[in-house]
């Protein structure tokens, strides 16, 4: 309204405004910036660790700061005939039992994806800015699909979605690095809270299903399943790097 004003009535605006103004979920405030990512964020990235038992909420899966010292590789396998479902973010209105803030442990139970949460923050953690995971992945299909996604775990265990990403197709059947962008956000994470990172090859129906083969996801009926290997060792390096504030 103000530029508005200043443009089709004259009127002086009050003050010059910053060229980014934006919003802290859990902080509840408004920010502003001379330019996005915010000047003051920082890259930080957070490794995958395991001694081969991520399958599972219950599993030995870790995040941590420190980059892992010994070579790992965790495997599931990929139905598309019965892939990981869609709960909670912000999805299609067509769907709206899935949308929101939903408790993700019950999908963390599933076999079918790779689990690492990090230990309890020992200070609030704000992350401002891109989210993206960095994975070695390997899979005896072809042309399968990645998902991951960022979770935020309340100190009384409630697993909330804080983003999420996919990278389509182009997997080699050895270890090969891919990317998978999961936005932009921002979000305090309060003292006692922990940071958990989900992968799997589904998110359905957040992202159409893929049936591990070269058929169209979208008319195809032909489907089968794959194994599907993460390497998160000291030859093949796997983590996830968060913008955050100082």
Request: glycine letters at 6%; proline letters at 7%; a positive charge.
């Amino acid at each position: 309204m103000r530029w508005f004003d200043q443009h089709l009535k004259g009127i002086a605006p009050p003050k010059r405004e910053a060229a980014v103004r934006y919003f802290v979920l859990g902080e509840n405030q408004w920010r502003e910036d001379a330019a996005w990512s915010p000047r003051e964020a920082k890259t930080a990235r957070w490794y995958l660790h395991s001694q081969g038992q991520a399958n599972s909420l219950a599993g030995d899966g870790q995040l941590t700061s420190k980059a892992p010292s010994n070579a790992a590789a965790e495997q599931f396998v990929y139905d598309p005939n019965n892939p990981v479902p869609t709960l909670g973010g912000a999805n299609t209105h067509l769907l709206p039992d899935l949308i929101g803030a939903k408790d993700q442990r019950a999908i963390e139970e599933r076999k079918d994806l790779l689990v690492y949460t990090s230990e309890s923050l020992r200070q609030p953690l704000t992350l401002a800015g891109p989210m993206r995971a960095v994975i070695h992945a390997a899979s005896d299909a072809t042309h399968p699909d990645f998902t991951a996604k960022l979770v935020k775990v309340r100190p009384d265990g409630f697993a909330r979605l804080i983003t999420q990403g996919i990278r389509r197709g182009a997997v080699s059947t050895t270890a090969a690095p891919y990317q998978i962008e999961m936005g932009e956000m921002t979000l305090r994470l309060e003292k006692g809270s922990r940071l958990r990172l989900e992968f799997s090859s589904s998110n359905f129906p957040r992202y159409e299903r893929h049936p591990n083969n070269s058929e169209d996801p979208m008319r195809t009926a032909k489907f089968q399943a794959a194994k599907q290997t993460i390497h998160h060792g000291s030859r093949y390096v796997s983590y996830v790097e968060l913008s955050h504030l100082k």
